[in-house]
């Protein structure tokens, strides 16, 4: 966009002229860009991955989609919070 900085300096009448017409066009891009979007990865086989299968991406048998017993959690401290206690904040 530094050109169109260089534009509005120099030639102001043209970029008072199409400036809404570039920013009409991005805002219509990334609208299209996101129905696009919506249509391909919403509309997928129940069997199809939809992501990369990473360590750290929910599927079926993580922790935050079925609540397994494969969790392993932290248990409850007596004092009924994690973290220092309240004033030792150093």
């Known amino acids: 966009m530094l050109s169109w900085w260089y534009i509005k300096g120099r030639f102001l009448a043209f970029w008072s002229k199409y400036n809404y017409i570039l920013s009409s066009a991005l805002s219509t891009g990334v609208a299209i860009s996101a129905l696009v979007q919506f249509v391909a990865l919403g509309f997928?086989?129940?069997?199809?991955?939809?992501?990369?299968?990473?360590?750290?991406?929910a599927n079926e048998v993580a922790c935050n989609v079925r609540g397994t017993a494969k969790c392993a959690l932290?248990?409850?401290?007596?004092?009924?919070?994690?973290?220092?206690?309240?004033?030792?904040?150093?």
């Open 74 to 90: 932290f248990p409850m401290p007596d004092k009924g919070y994690f973290g220092p206690e309240p004033g030792n904040f150093h």
């Open 44 to 57: 997928l086989p129940e069997d199809t991955p939809t992501g990369p299968e990473w360590w750290g991406t």
